[in-house]
């Protein structure tokens, strides 16, 4: 019988801002600079391989937060900036990282009402996130802090695990006095979410919302609306 679940942040709870793209012409044309944009995909893809690839058994969060400021740089470099670039990385910062503009997030439409509903039913809730700062205070800020019972990010440093290690999703169980055949987890990534939960004996479900993994695993929903029912099952 299941009595908790167990969610995701990003991308399951809530979405940021504005896409990349935008925040870095908007601040390109500020600067007068003209964006290689043939570069573009390849910085990206170095600058999310850095920016969120930090170990939270190495490093502090203020270790993390210059790893990240470190990676926007080279990020901007990558583009062909030569004047500006670290003033150019904080704004892009500000415009849309979670760590400097968490008054840029915003909950999906079916994330109260689905979470009243799981509370409403007895169910036991936390967020389990690779999240490079404490949670709590944007949790309060969009006004859902008070649904969970606790909510674990990978860089506190009581924790110090991110997602599919173990450590993260055994220390919420005992955190919250359930076991893990007594949970389901959701969330958007498959690595992290699907196979970490699964390598602990947490149900996962997968929440697909513009089908990134069409078919990759059985139990998928496209909205939070769906999770009551299916946990009843």
Same mark, same amino acid.
């Given at each position: 019988?299941?009595?908790? @679940?167990?969610?995701?942040?990003?991308?399951?709870?809530?979405?940021?801002?504005?896409?990349?793209?935008?925040?870095? !012409?908007?601040?390109?044309? %500020?600067?007068?600079?003209?964006?290689?944009?043939?570069?573009? +995909?390849?910085?990206?893809?170095?600058?999310?391989?850095? +920016?969120?690839?930090?170990?939270?058994?190495?490093?502090?969060?203020?270790?993390?937060?210059?790893?990240? @400021?470190?990676? #926007?740089?080279?990020?901007? %470099?990558?583009?062909?900036?030569? *004047?500006?670039?670290?003033?150019?990385?904080?704004?892009?910062?500000?415009?849309?990282?979670?760590?400097? /503009?968490a008054?840029? /997030?915003?909950? #999906?439409?079916?994330?109260v009402?689905?979470? !009243? !509903?799981?509370?409403?039913?007895? #169910?036991? =809730?936390?967020?389990?996130?690779?999240?490079?700062?404490? =949670?709590d205070? =944007?949790a *309060? %800020?969009?006004?859902?802090?008070?649904?969970?019972?606790?909510?674990?990010?990978?860089?506190?440093e009581?924790?110090?695990?991110?997602?599919?290690?173990?450590?993260?999703?055994?220390?919420?169980?005992?955190? @919250?006095?359930?076991?893990?055949?007594?949970?389901?987890?959701?969330?958007?990534?498959?690595?992290?979410?699907?196979?970490?939960?699964?390598?602990?004996?947490?149900?996962?479900?997968?929440?697909d919302?513009? *089908?990134?993994?069409?078919?990759?695993?059985? *139990?998928?929903?496209?909205?939070? +609306?769906?999770?009551?029912?299916?946990?009843?099952?």
């Amino acid at each position: 019988m299941i009595k908790a @679940v167990f969610f995701d942040f990003y991308y399951t709870l809530c979405v940021w801002g504005l896409p990349l793209d935008e925040s870095l !012409q908007t601040i390109a044309d %500020r600067y007068q600079f003209e964006i290689d944009w043939k570069r573009y +995909a390849a910085a990206v893809e170095d600058l999310f391989a850095d +920016a969120s690839g930090t170990d939270p058994s190495k490093h502090s969060i203020l270790g993390t937060m210059q790893i990240i @400021v470190d990676s #926007y740089c080279d990020f901007i %470099r990558q583009l062909g900036v030569q *004047e500006h670039a670290e003033q150019m990385a904080w704004e892009l910062l500000q415009a849309g990282h979670s760590l400097f /503009a968490a008054n840029v /997030a915003t909950l #999906y439409d079916d994330v109260v009402p689905t979470l !009243q !509903q799981l509370k409403d039913d007895g #169910y036991k =809730l936390a967020i389990v996130s690779n999240w490079d700062t404490p =949670l709590d205070p =944007l949790a *309060e %800020r969009l006004g859902i802090a008070h649904y969970f019972d606790i909510i674990v990010t990978s860089h506190d440093e009581r924790v110090r695990s991110a997602k599919p290690d173990a450590h993260i999703f055994e220390y919420t169980l005992k955190a @919250v006095g359930v076991s893990a055949e007594e949970t389901v987890h959701v969330g958007d990534t498959y690595e992290a979410d699907i196979i970490g939960a699964q390598g602990v004996g947490i149900r996962p479900i997968l929440i697909d919302r513009d *089908e990134p993994y069409v078919d990759r695993w059985d *139990e998928t929903i496209r909205s939070l +609306a769906e999770l009551p029912d299916l946990i009843k099952t």
